[in-house]
């Protein structure tokens, strides 16, 4: 449990700090690959927890003016389909495209009220759930390359497998 939570903090300091760097913006919402990317590697390390990860890294990014309310949506629905996947299957591919249907169809779909209560037109949904889906992909594809080269190597493995006391 100890050790979860401790990835999770610094899984969540990872998104915050590299998300600052490589952010697209697109009127109020500012994408971010970082996001998607820590995401998955964050549920294949943490299970859960990188739902609560998503939801950290996003209040913060918020809070320091990088993100937007959209965030929510996008990168829990995001980490929770990719968990849901990874436990199923236990492949990082399926962790991979449960951040991209994740985010990219159902979160997107779970802005629409975010939508009218700030006051946009709906046609904004339009611009939304492409960038939703790219971001996603980008990151998610560049975290099952990263997590691909751990389990080659067998590092995934023996990081589940180590005996905790």
């Not at 929770?80 to 159902?106: C, D, M, N, P, Q």
């Not at 046609?123 to 790219?134: G, M, Q, R, S």
Request: aromatic share 10%.
């Amino acid at each position: 449990m100890t050790r979860k939570l401790t990835l999770t903090g610094v899984f969540t300091a990872l998104n915050v700090v590299l998300g600052m760097f490589i952010i697209i913006p697109m009127g109020p919402v500012r994408a971010a690959p970082v996001q998607h990317l820590i995401n998955v590697i964050s549920v294949v390390f943490t299970g859960p927890w990188g739902i609560v990860q998503a939801f950290l890294s996003s209040t913060i990014r918020i809070l320091m003016g990088t993100g937007s309310p959209f965030a929510y949506p996008g990168s829990m629905a995001g980490a929770l389909l990719a968990w849901l996947f990874y436990r199923r299957f236990r492949k990082l591919s399926t962790a991979a495209a449960g951040e991209v249907i994740g985010t990219g169809v159902f979160g997107s779909i779970a802005t629409l009220p975010i939508i009218m209560v700030i006051g946009l037109e709906l046609e904004f949904f339009y611009v939304l759930a492409p960038a939703f889906i790219l971001s996603s992909l980008i990151g998610a594809l560049i975290s099952w390359i990263l997590l691909g080269q751990l389990e080659k190597k067998g590092i995934l493995d023996r990081f589940n497998n180590e005996r905790r006391p």
